[in-house]
């Protein structure tokens, strides 16, 4: 029995020795079971980070069969959806994120990844460049459906500029046929069913034509503003979220920003086409000379659309500078208008009528001259640069009507000529008062105005003293002011004389209850007509009152001066009043 323990204790110390060594094996095993793990989970991590699933690879590429085949390899045929643009942006982070490598130990690892990216970015690129030409051709109809990925595919060409490009220019050739055989149907054939009615149908009506093709550039530029925008550079939330990165810009965000794509450059080349029609059309009713009114509206319908189409085209663009150069034009061919219808009054003024209103050839280049200005200020011309502006066109028009005014009084007497000159020349002021780019011309032909009134207050004043002789005692008196004789001394100075002359200027003055003015009741303009008569009256009145003291003073020695001067001036005047 002692020889079963000792043999049952050594197998025990042997077992047990056994077990140490298994336990230690387990113990290391399980060690490196642990580190293998945790290689496991980095090398899955670093596959999940810098390798593309099989189902991104079949998103990129199209769904191939065949598994072996190499990463540039694409399907032309399957068609594109949100999936490939997320897979898209992927290989754009893995290559992105493969800079961290080239930075560490790992850089081997780097350069195979950042390859094998290039051939799947490339191949990308190539299939989406083919489905975005392939899309692009279902624009050749006048209201084309985009397909709604169309956006999210430019967006992203943006990244291959070459690419992109050609895209741009498929773009731009296909929307410009499109427009330019729209352009033609309006012109000739119309809408559908013939409604609207075609453009050229209304040939015969200058400013309904230009202004009926303007407004279909107008419509047409902002439909296709429209459409481009949408195509283009549309913000949609799909877009966003496929490309929107985080964290601050990078470099790659920075490209595309670069090269993000001018809406307003692809419209100008779309419109390139309809250029020619369109001024040579605009050129063959300015030559035709439908009138100077005509002609200045057209050249405003030419400038308002030009200010309006702006907003959306290039200003270098082709339409824009067709617009403008037509604009150019019809103001050439207005100038000329302008300058032979000047002229033609220059070299023929009219007699002054009777009444010395104005002549009706005025009144008739006066509304002209409104239409011409109410055209105007209906126009898209800054507030601050239209007086500017339209000054030479003003002052043309106002210097030729005041010549032939002044060559048509040229043969009235002195009085007359006050009379008819400011009723023509307020005629002229009162058509531009109502504007407010006229004003300094305004102020320039009230100064005239002026000029004028003082005439005919002098020559009116004049006569009413001549016709009851008392400009001939003044006369006298002012020659004799400084003279020491009595002033009843002088010849036709006595006191009958004089009295005789007063009564006569009383009578004269006050047969009619009122001062008698024939020249400045001639005047039309009611104000005008007030103040010239206001001074003529107060000439009047200072006149008597300087006879008034002359014949109350005692060195004159008049007997009984008061009953020679039966008013005081004070009363003289509440009865010229």
Request: proline fraction near 5%; hydrophobic fraction near 40%; glycine fraction near 4%.
């Amino acid at each position: 029995m002692k020889e079963t323990c000792v043999s049952m204790g050594d197998r025990l110390k042997a077992t047990k020795s056994t077990a140490g060594v298994l336990l230690t094996q387990a113990s290391s095993l399980q060690d490196e079971r642990d580190k293998n793990l945790v290689k496991q989970k980095i090398c899955q991590a670093f596959l999940q980070r810098f390798r593309l699933t099989n189902e991104e690879i079949n998103a990129l590429r199209g769904t191939i069969t065949t598994s072996s085949l190499h990463p540039s390899a694409i399907n032309t045929s399957a068609s594109l959806d949100v999936s490939f643009f997320k897979a898209l942006k992927r290989v754009h982070q893995i290559h992105t994120d493969c800079k961290v490598l080239l930075r560490t130990h790992h850089q081997t690892a780097g350069l195979e990844i950042m390859e094998e990216m290039a051939l799947h970015q490339q191949a990308g690129y190539d299939r989406l460049y083919r489905w975005a030409k392939n899309e692009c051709r279902g624009l050749e109809r006048e209201q084309p459906a985009v397909h709604q990925l169309m956006p999210l595919a430019f967006r992203a060409l943006a990244e291959r500029s070459v690419l992109l490009g050609y895209c741009i220019e498929e773009v731009e050739n296909i929307r410009s046929k499109v427009i330019s055989r729209g352009f033609v149907n309006a012109l000739t054939r119309g809408g559908p069913s013939g409604l609207p009615r075609p453009i050229e149908i209304h040939a015969h009506d200058p400013i309904r034509y230009v202004g009926d093709m303007l407004g279909w550039i107008h419509q047409s530029i902002a439909s296709e503003y429209e459409l481009l925008s949408s195509l283009l550079n549309s913000d949609i939330s799909l877009e966003d979220e496929v490309h929107k990165k985080e964290g601050p810009e990078n470099e790659k965000s920075q490209e595309v920003k670069k090269n993000q794509i001018n809406v307003s450059k692809v419209l100008s080349k779309i419109f390139d086409g309809i250029c020619k029609p369109f001024k040579m059309r605009v050129e063959q009713v300015i030559e035709a000379q439908p009138g100077l009114v005509v002609i200045w509206r057209i050249a405003n319908l030419l400038d308002f659309y030009f200010r309006t189409v702006g907003k959306n085209v290039l200003v270098d663009s082709m339409i824009s500078i067709t617009l403008a150069d037509s604009k150019v034009e019809s103001l050439r061919v207005f100038n000329d208008m302008l300058k032979e219808y000047g002229e033609s009054l220059i070299a023929s003024p009219p007699s002054p009528p009777f009444d010395l209103s104005p002549p009706h050839s005025l009144l008739e280049a006066i509304n002209k001259l409104m239409e011409i200005m109410s055209t105007y200020e209906s126009s898209l011309v800054p507030n601050e640069e239209r007086e500017a502006e339209f000054s030479p066109v003003l002052s043309r028009i106002v210097d030729f009507l005041l010549k032939m005014c002044t060559l048509s009084a040229a043969n009235l007497p002195p009085s007359d000529m006050a009379v008819y000159l400011i009723n023509c020349i307020s005629s002229i002021q009162t058509a531009l008062s109502g504007y407010s780019f006229a004003s300094k011309r305004v102020e320039m032909l009230e100064g005239q105005i002026e000029a004028h009134m003082d005439t005919l207050v002098e020559e009116e004043t004049s006569s009413i003293l001549s016709t009851c002789g008392l400009s001939q005692k003044l006369s006298v008196l002012q020659f004799n002011s400084t003279s020491p004789e009595p002033l009843s001394s002088l010849p036709s100075m006595d006191s009958k004389s004089v009295t005789q002359t007063i009564r006569l200027f009383e009578s004269s003055l006050f047969e009619l209850g009122a001062l008698v003015m024939p020249q400045c009741d001639r005047v039309m303009s009611g104000t005008l007509r007030q103040t010239s008569r206001n001074q003529v009256s107060q000439l009047i009145i200072s006149a008597y009152a300087q006879l008034y003291n002359a014949i109350m003073d005692p060195k004159n020695k008049y007997d009984n001066p008061s009953m020679i001067v039966r008013y005081k001036p004070e009363q003289f005047a509440l009865l010229c009043s």
